[in-house]
């Protein structure tokens, strides 16, 4: 139980570390990209992947110099086009499953 709790609380403090970095590099996006047609965001996929790989040595007793800033430039570097009116429906799949897996259908 103490071991799940841990855990979920690592996932959260990695996310709020992730998300406060990400507005930073949002608000370096703008400044960059701003003569630019589309406007742009951080790809939070990305920028929570590389925190993942980074939080470990961030809260360590002593950080690399210079990670925090990497790791801004880095999700900074990481954008997607905000695009207006691209939404598209989505495929509605049948809500009655099918009666067998395909890996496990009977043989005749």
Sequence with gaps: MH????????KV??????A????LAQWMIRRL????RH????NFANALSKMKDNVVRLLGLSPPPGLLERLLCAM?????AIRPDRSFPR??????PKRFQPNYKRCR
């Design 33 to 36: 990209y701003q003569e630019r």
């Design 91 to 96: 495929d509605i799949k049948s809500s009655r």
């Design 13 to 18: 403090l990695t996310l709020n570390l992730t």
């Design 76 to 80: 900074a570097c990481e954008v997607e």
């Design 3 to 10: 071991a799940l709790k841990q855990d979920v609380l690592a």
């Design 39 to 42: 406007r742009y965001q951080v």
């Design 20 to 23: 406060l970095l990400a507005w």
